[in-house]
């Protein structure tokens, strides 16, 4: 069965440190790929996506993932964290013939603890 | 904009209860999730309609779960009986486009259910 495996369940940073958190997922096919977030006491909130074309792309408030399709990942940087970037992040891919279906598969999430 | 509303936040029942829960998604938004997260663990699709219709409840355990999208908009979850494991956020989602896995998903609070 399709899976998508985060590596890191929980990192605790110094602000102004890099991030780098990992992300497979098991599909040899065509995907759609997704990182969302969680602040605190908040909704689940799209931080950046893929579908094609460069696979470095931009989100929200600095962050970037890169989609290496040899590797089979999708990974989610930022040159340099603060103290409100404290949340949990998910990778999320919509896999093969689900393209037109929306339908994500989610990893299993990693906490992100920024001290400032 | 108003956002993916879920009622109630939290609930509290004793197995073998019964226990609903309500979803109303953003405006115009042909296609509605319904999420099951336990607790460390990635949301997990029980289903997902498209208008009033079911694309997708391949992950919804039929035997004790129910779902419905009523006139297409408005959507109710129901568990009955409720099981121990069912303890989990129940989020709900939707998305402006129909049959496209290219969405950005739009996700509401979660209802929070714990099962004594």
């Known amino acids: 069965a399709q899976s998508v495996s985060q590596h890191n369940h929980h990192v605790i940073l110094s602000e102004a440190a890099s991030l780098e958190l990992g992300c497979n997922y098991s599909?040899?096919?065509?995907?759609?790929l997704f990182w969302y977030v969680q602040y605190p006491g908040q909704h689940l909130q799209l931080l950046l996506k893929?579908?094609?074309?460069?696979?470095l792309v931009k989100g929200i408030k600095g962050f970037e993932a890169e989609f290496i399709k040899s590797k089979f990942s999708f990974n989610l940087r930022k040159p340099s964290v603060q103290w409100s970037d404290t949340a949990e992040y998910f990778c999320?891919?919509?896999?093969?013939?689900?393209?037109?279906?929306?339908?994500?598969?989610f990893g299993q999430g990693t906490t992100l603890q920024v001290k400032p | 904009e108003a956002g993916v509303a879920q009622s109630p936040r939290y609930k509290i029942i004793e197995k073998r209860q019964s226990v609903a829960f309500w979803c109303n998604p953003i405006?115009?938004?042909?296609?509605l999730y319904w999420y099951q997260q336990i607790l460390g663990q990635g949301p997990k699709l029980l289903i997902q309609?498209?208008?009033?219709?079911?694309?997708?409840d391949s992950q919804l355990p039929k035997d004790r779960f129910s779902a419905e999208r009523l006139k297409g908009v408005d959507s109710t979850l129901k568990i009955q009986p409720a099981k121990l494991e069912d303890s989990a956020v129940y989020l709900c989602a939707s998305s402006p486009r129909k049959l496209a896995g290219r969405n950005e998903q739009f996700f509401g609070p979660g209802t929070r259910l714990t099962v004594l």
């Open positions: 309609f498209q208008n009033n219709g079911v694309v997708d």
């Open positions: 405006s115009g938004h042909a296609t």
């Open positions: 893929y579908f094609s074309g460069d696979p």
């Open positions: 599909y040899g096919g065509t995907v759609n």
């Open positions: 999320a891919v919509n896999i093969g013939w689900d393209v037109n279906t929306g339908k994500l598969i």
